[in-house]
């Protein structure tokens, strides 16, 4: 998982790059946050994977990644 780091480093900085220019875009990563944290906070691990996994698609539709 070391070795990913660089990665997600990467790409939060894009996604903070792209959100600044987009409020569509902030808002949505907000909400997938706030989700993501409710299930955290409540410690229901299938919602917490849920709500990780819709962050995923989000953001890959955000850089025009295929996500089908």
């Known amino acids: 998982i070391t070795s990913l ?5 990467r790409a939060i900085h894009q ?3 792209l959100a600044n220019e987009s409020p569509q875009v902030a808002e949505l ?6 989700l993501l ?6 410690r229901y691990p299938e919602g ?4 990780m ?8 539709r955000a850089f025009s990644i295929d996500v089908d």
């Open 53 to 60: 996994h819709l962050h995923m698609i989000n953001t890959m």
């Open 37 to 42: 944290m409710q299930y955290l906070k409540e």
């Open 5 to 9: 780091l660089p990665v997600f480093n």
């Open 29 to 34: 990563t907000l909400r997938d946050h706030r």
């Open 15 to 17: 996604g903070i790059i």
């Open 48 to 51: 917490a994977k849920a709500a």
